[in-house]
C-alpha cells in the first residue's frame, strides 16, 4: 500500500494507540487538581506516605502493602530493580546467573521487553494460544532457575481476553515461591464484578504475587503518572527499598482521593466505554473482522492489513506485525472513523 505524499505531516484524525480515557477528569477530580496546583513551587513528600495509606483504605490492605509510583510502569520498574538489583548492578557472569530471566506473553505491554532490556535480563516471551490468550501452561514450563519475573496481565493487553480464576491458582502453584508474579490489572476497572479476583486472599496465600494497577485507563489520569501495587509486606518492603525521592507528584493524593470519592460518575464512564466496545466490536465482526471479546477499553482487530488501512485514514493505532491493531474505544466518533476506514479493508 502507497503511503500518500505528505502523510506523515498530518495531525491524526484520532489517537487511538495509546489505550486512553478518551474523557477528561471528571469535574470534581479537576477542582482538586486545581487547588493543588496552587502550592506547585512546593515539593511533594520526600517518601511517599499518605497516597499508600488512602489506597489501603480503599482495597483493604495495610498500608505497609503498597508501593505507588510513577504509573504502573514505574512501579513495575521498582520491581525488577528490586528483584534483578544485585546481578545486574554487580554486573559479573556469575552474578547474572542467579536471576537474569524474565517470563511474559507474546505480544504483551510495550513496558515489558523494553523494561527487561533496561534492567539488563533476557526477555523470555512465550506465544498467545489460538484463541489469543496468554498460554498459562507454557509459561510456567518456560520458568527455570534463572527466572526471576513472570508477568501475567488480566485483562491481556493487547487482546482484552481474561484468564479464569481456577485456571490462575493453579498457574501460581506451579511457579516457584521465590520467582515474583506480577498480576498486571491495569485495566481492571473495566472488568465485570463477577469476574474480579479475590487478589487479598490470593496474596495471603502466595507471598510471591504483586498486584499491579493504575490511575491512567479508567480513572483517566495517564498524564498525571500514578500507579501502584500491592502484595506481602515481605515482598513489598524489598520493592520499596528502590522508591525514588520525590518521585511520586503532589497531585496525586488530591487527585486519587476526589476519584474515589466519584465513585458513582466513574462507573458511568466506564459503562460509556464499555458500551460503545461491544457496539463496535459487532459492527466489526458483522464485516467478517476477527475481534476477540475484550474486558478491556480496547479492542484487537486481528488481520493483514487491518494496521495500515487504520492508519492511512489517519487513525494512530497500536500496530503489529502481522498486520493486527489495537484501538482504544469510548469515543463513538472514532468508532464511526474506524468503521468506515475498514470498509473497504
Known sequence: MTVPRGYFDRTPQFELGLSENPFPPLPSVLAALN???ANANRYPEFLPDRLPRVIARRIGAHPDQIIVGSGATGVAMQTLQAVFGASVFRGTE????ERSRMVFAAPTFDGYPIMASIVGVDAVAVPLDSAGRQNLSAMAAAVDDRTGVVVVCRPHNPTG???GAAEFE???RAIPEDVVVILDEAYVEFVRTQDTLDTLGMIRKHPNLLILRTFSKAFGLAGLRIGYAFGAPTLTSRIRRWQLPFGVNSTAVAAVTASYAAEHELHLRVARITAERE??????QQRGIRVPRSHANFLYLSGHGIAG?????GIV???????SARIAVGDPAASRAVLRALASA
Open 309 to 313: 488501512a487504520l492508519e492511512q485514514a
Open 170 to 172: 493453579a498457574f501460581l
Open 35 to 37: 487547588d493543588v496546583m
Open 161 to 163: 481476553t481474561l484468564i
Open 279 to 284: 457496539h463496535l466490536r459487532n459492527a466489526l
Open 317 to 323: 493505532v497500536k500496530s503489529y506485525p502481522d498486520g
Open 94 to 97: 556469575e552474578s547474572r546467573g
